[in-house]
T-cell receptor, first 115, second 114 residues
Protein backbone atom coordinates (compact mmCIF):
# COMPACT_ATOMS: atom_id res chain seq x y z
CA UNK A 1 0.00 0.00 0.00
CA UNK A 2 0.99 3.60 -0.38
CA UNK A 3 0.51 6.72 1.72
CA UNK A 4 1.17 10.41 1.25
CA UNK A 5 2.06 13.07 3.79
CA UNK A 6 1.65 16.77 3.19
CA UNK A 7 3.14 18.37 6.27
CA UNK A 8 1.78 21.87 5.70
CA UNK A 9 -1.97 22.25 5.88
CA UNK A 10 -1.79 25.95 5.04
CA UNK A 11 0.88 28.07 3.39
CA UNK A 12 0.45 31.84 3.32
CA UNK A 13 2.70 33.70 0.91
CA UNK A 14 2.87 37.14 -0.65
CA UNK A 15 2.38 37.63 -4.35
CA UNK A 16 5.55 37.23 -6.44
CA UNK A 17 7.30 35.35 -3.64
CA UNK A 18 8.56 31.77 -4.16
CA UNK A 19 6.73 28.86 -2.62
CA UNK A 20 7.36 25.20 -1.89
CA UNK A 21 4.63 22.74 -0.97
CA UNK A 22 6.03 19.60 0.58
CA UNK A 23 5.00 16.04 -0.20
CA UNK A 24 6.47 12.81 1.10
CA UNK A 25 5.25 9.36 0.29
CA UNK A 26 5.76 5.81 1.42
CA UNK A 27 5.33 2.77 -0.75
CA UNK A 28 6.42 -0.82 -0.98
CA UNK A 29 6.43 -0.63 -4.78
CA UNK A 30 7.62 1.81 -7.41
CA UNK A 31 5.23 4.69 -7.86
CA UNK A 32 3.76 7.30 -10.10
CA UNK A 33 3.41 10.73 -8.47
CA UNK A 34 0.94 13.52 -9.11
CA UNK A 35 0.00 16.99 -8.01
CA UNK A 36 -3.60 18.12 -8.31
CA UNK A 37 -5.09 21.55 -7.69
CA UNK A 38 -8.60 22.25 -6.44
CA UNK A 39 -10.19 25.67 -6.74
CA UNK A 40 -13.22 26.52 -4.56
CA UNK A 41 -16.36 24.61 -5.51
CA UNK A 42 -14.57 22.71 -8.24
CA UNK A 43 -13.17 19.26 -8.75
CA UNK A 44 -9.51 18.40 -8.92
CA UNK A 45 -7.38 19.30 -11.91
CA UNK A 46 -4.11 17.60 -12.74
CA UNK A 47 -1.21 20.03 -12.35
CA UNK A 48 1.71 17.75 -13.17
CA UNK A 49 2.81 14.15 -12.94
CA UNK A 50 5.88 12.00 -12.75
CA UNK A 51 5.66 8.67 -14.56
CA UNK A 52 9.22 8.03 -15.66
CA UNK A 53 12.24 9.73 -17.19
CA UNK A 54 13.42 13.11 -15.98
CA UNK A 55 12.86 13.55 -12.28
CA UNK A 56 11.99 17.23 -12.76
CA UNK A 57 8.54 17.81 -14.20
CA UNK A 58 6.91 21.11 -15.05
CA UNK A 59 3.40 22.43 -15.53
CA UNK A 60 2.27 24.98 -18.08
CA UNK A 61 1.64 27.64 -15.44
CA UNK A 62 5.12 27.73 -13.91
CA UNK A 63 4.94 25.05 -11.24
CA UNK A 64 7.57 22.31 -11.07
CA UNK A 65 8.13 19.26 -8.91
CA UNK A 66 11.12 17.00 -8.48
CA UNK A 67 10.94 13.31 -7.75
CA UNK A 68 13.54 12.38 -5.14
CA UNK A 69 13.58 8.65 -4.70
CA UNK A 70 16.10 8.56 -1.86
CA UNK A 71 14.07 11.04 0.18
CA UNK A 72 10.73 9.70 -1.06
CA UNK A 73 9.62 13.23 -1.80
CA UNK A 74 7.85 15.08 -4.59
CA UNK A 75 7.83 18.72 -3.50
CA UNK A 76 6.01 21.31 -5.58
CA UNK A 77 7.67 24.66 -6.24
CA UNK A 78 6.97 27.92 -8.00
CA UNK A 79 9.51 30.76 -8.17
CA UNK A 80 6.91 33.53 -8.22
CA UNK A 81 3.26 33.03 -7.25
CA UNK A 82 0.20 34.95 -8.38
CA UNK A 83 -3.07 35.70 -6.64
CA UNK A 84 -4.72 33.25 -9.02
CA UNK A 85 -2.62 30.41 -7.57
CA UNK A 86 -4.69 30.55 -4.39
CA UNK A 87 -6.19 27.06 -4.15
CA UNK A 88 -5.77 23.75 -2.39
CA UNK A 89 -3.06 21.45 -3.68
CA UNK A 90 -3.06 17.69 -3.33
CA UNK A 91 -0.18 15.29 -3.79
CA UNK A 92 -1.12 11.78 -4.87
CA UNK A 93 0.62 8.46 -5.46
CA UNK A 94 -0.30 5.33 -7.34
CA UNK A 95 1.51 2.05 -7.69
CA UNK A 96 3.50 1.68 -10.87
CA UNK A 97 2.34 -1.03 -13.16
CA UNK A 98 -1.00 -1.58 -11.54
CA UNK A 99 -3.76 -2.30 -14.02
CA UNK A 100 -6.29 -0.35 -12.04
CA UNK A 101 -6.74 3.21 -10.86
CA UNK A 102 -6.25 3.63 -7.15
CA UNK A 103 -4.75 6.87 -5.98
CA UNK A 104 -3.72 7.73 -2.47
CA UNK A 105 -4.00 11.43 -1.74
CA UNK A 106 -2.34 13.61 0.85
CA UNK A 107 -4.47 15.72 3.15
CA UNK A 108 -3.92 18.82 1.02
CA UNK A 109 -2.15 22.15 1.39
CA UNK A 110 -4.09 25.38 1.14
CA UNK A 111 -2.00 27.99 -0.62
CA UNK A 112 -3.11 31.52 0.21
CA UNK A 113 -1.45 34.16 -1.91
CA UNK A 114 -1.75 37.65 -0.46
CA UNK A 115 -1.36 40.90 -2.39
CA UNK B 1 -15.44 17.78 -25.43
CA UNK B 2 -17.66 17.95 -22.37
CA UNK B 3 -16.05 17.23 -19.01
CA UNK B 4 -17.12 14.87 -16.28
CA UNK B 5 -20.56 15.76 -15.01
CA UNK B 6 -22.04 14.84 -11.68
CA UNK B 7 -25.64 15.13 -10.56
CA UNK B 8 -26.99 16.42 -8.37
CA UNK B 9 -24.45 19.01 -7.26
CA UNK B 10 -25.98 19.39 -3.81
CA UNK B 11 -28.07 17.01 -1.74
CA UNK B 12 -29.53 17.11 1.75
CA UNK B 13 -30.71 13.91 3.37
CA UNK B 14 -31.54 12.72 6.86
CA UNK B 15 -30.01 9.85 8.79
CA UNK B 16 -31.27 6.45 7.75
CA UNK B 17 -32.19 7.48 4.23
CA UNK B 18 -30.42 6.27 1.14
CA UNK B 19 -28.99 8.30 -1.73
CA UNK B 20 -27.90 7.73 -5.32
CA UNK B 21 -25.31 9.91 -7.01
CA UNK B 22 -24.67 9.94 -10.72
CA UNK B 23 -21.54 10.46 -12.80
CA UNK B 24 -21.25 10.84 -16.57
CA UNK B 25 -17.66 10.40 -17.74
CA UNK B 26 -15.98 12.11 -20.62
CA UNK B 27 -17.08 10.58 -23.90
CA UNK B 28 -14.91 7.59 -24.70
CA UNK B 29 -13.67 7.11 -21.16
CA UNK B 30 -14.32 3.64 -19.82
CA UNK B 31 -12.94 3.88 -16.31
CA UNK B 32 -14.82 5.66 -13.53
CA UNK B 33 -13.53 6.07 -9.99
CA UNK B 34 -15.26 7.50 -6.95
CA UNK B 35 -13.70 9.37 -4.02
CA UNK B 36 -15.03 10.76 -0.77
CA UNK B 37 -13.59 14.09 0.37
CA UNK B 38 -14.02 15.28 3.95
CA UNK B 39 -12.11 17.90 5.98
CA UNK B 40 -11.00 15.28 8.50
CA UNK B 41 -10.10 12.33 6.27
CA UNK B 42 -9.20 14.12 3.06
CA UNK B 43 -9.67 12.28 -0.22
CA UNK B 44 -10.35 8.59 0.10
CA UNK B 45 -10.78 6.09 -2.70
CA UNK B 46 -14.17 4.38 -2.78
CA UNK B 47 -14.13 2.16 -5.86
CA UNK B 48 -13.35 1.95 -9.55
CA UNK B 49 -15.40 0.59 -12.40
CA UNK B 50 -14.20 -0.45 -15.82
CA UNK B 51 -16.36 -2.07 -18.47
CA UNK B 52 -19.25 -2.38 -16.03
CA UNK B 53 -17.16 -4.32 -13.51
CA UNK B 54 -15.89 -3.17 -10.16
CA UNK B 55 -12.11 -3.53 -10.44
CA UNK B 56 -10.98 -2.15 -7.11
CA UNK B 57 -12.50 -1.11 -3.82
CA UNK B 58 -11.40 1.06 -0.92
CA UNK B 59 -11.98 0.51 2.77
CA UNK B 60 -15.58 1.56 3.08
CA UNK B 61 -18.50 -0.37 4.60
CA UNK B 62 -20.93 -2.30 2.45
CA UNK B 63 -23.43 0.57 2.70
CA UNK B 64 -21.43 2.15 -0.11
CA UNK B 65 -22.02 0.52 -3.45
CA UNK B 66 -21.88 1.42 -7.08
CA UNK B 67 -22.41 0.27 -10.59
CA UNK B 68 -21.49 1.17 -14.13
CA UNK B 69 -23.70 1.01 -17.15
CA UNK B 70 -22.85 -0.01 -20.70
CA UNK B 71 -22.44 3.64 -21.71
CA UNK B 72 -19.84 4.02 -18.92
CA UNK B 73 -22.08 6.21 -16.79
CA UNK B 74 -21.79 5.30 -13.16
CA UNK B 75 -23.89 5.59 -10.04
CA UNK B 76 -22.97 5.20 -6.42
CA UNK B 77 -25.44 4.43 -3.68
CA UNK B 78 -25.18 4.97 0.03
CA UNK B 79 -27.77 3.24 2.17
CA UNK B 80 -28.71 3.91 5.79
CA UNK B 81 -27.03 7.29 5.80
CA UNK B 82 -25.02 8.38 8.83
CA UNK B 83 -23.97 11.86 9.85
CA UNK B 84 -20.38 10.96 9.00
CA UNK B 85 -21.32 10.38 5.37
CA UNK B 86 -21.58 14.13 4.88
CA UNK B 87 -18.89 14.84 2.30
CA UNK B 88 -18.03 15.92 -1.19
CA UNK B 89 -18.21 12.89 -3.46
CA UNK B 90 -15.95 13.16 -6.49
CA UNK B 91 -16.08 11.11 -9.63
CA UNK B 92 -13.13 10.77 -11.98
CA UNK B 93 -12.95 9.23 -15.42
CA UNK B 94 -10.05 8.03 -17.55
CA UNK B 95 -9.58 6.35 -20.90
CA UNK B 96 -8.28 3.15 -19.45
CA UNK B 97 -7.01 1.52 -16.33
CA UNK B 98 -3.68 2.15 -14.74
CA UNK B 99 -2.29 5.35 -13.30
CA UNK B 100 -0.62 6.29 -16.58
CA UNK B 101 -4.06 7.28 -17.81
CA UNK B 102 -4.89 10.78 -16.63
CA UNK B 103 -7.93 11.02 -14.39
CA UNK B 104 -10.36 13.86 -15.03
CA UNK B 105 -12.46 14.89 -12.05
CA UNK B 106 -16.00 16.17 -11.97
CA UNK B 107 -17.11 19.07 -9.74
CA UNK B 108 -18.50 16.71 -7.13
CA UNK B 109 -21.76 16.18 -5.31
CA UNK B 110 -21.92 17.74 -1.87
CA UNK B 111 -23.98 15.50 0.40
CA UNK B 112 -25.20 16.81 3.74
CA UNK B 113 -26.74 14.34 6.18
CA UNK B 114 -28.86 15.85 8.94
Amino acid sequence: AQSVTQLDSQVPVFEEAPVELRCNYSSSVSVYLFWYVQYPNQGLQLLLKYLSGSTLVESINGFEAEFNKSQTSFHLRKPSVHISDTAEYFCAVSGRGYNFNKFYFGSGTKLNVKP
Amino acid sequence: KAGVTQTPRYLIKTRGQQVTLSCSPISGHRSVSWYQQTPGQGLQFLFEYFSETQRNKGNFPGRFSGRQFSNSRSEMNVSTLELGDSALYLCASSLGQGAMNEQFFGPGTRLTVL
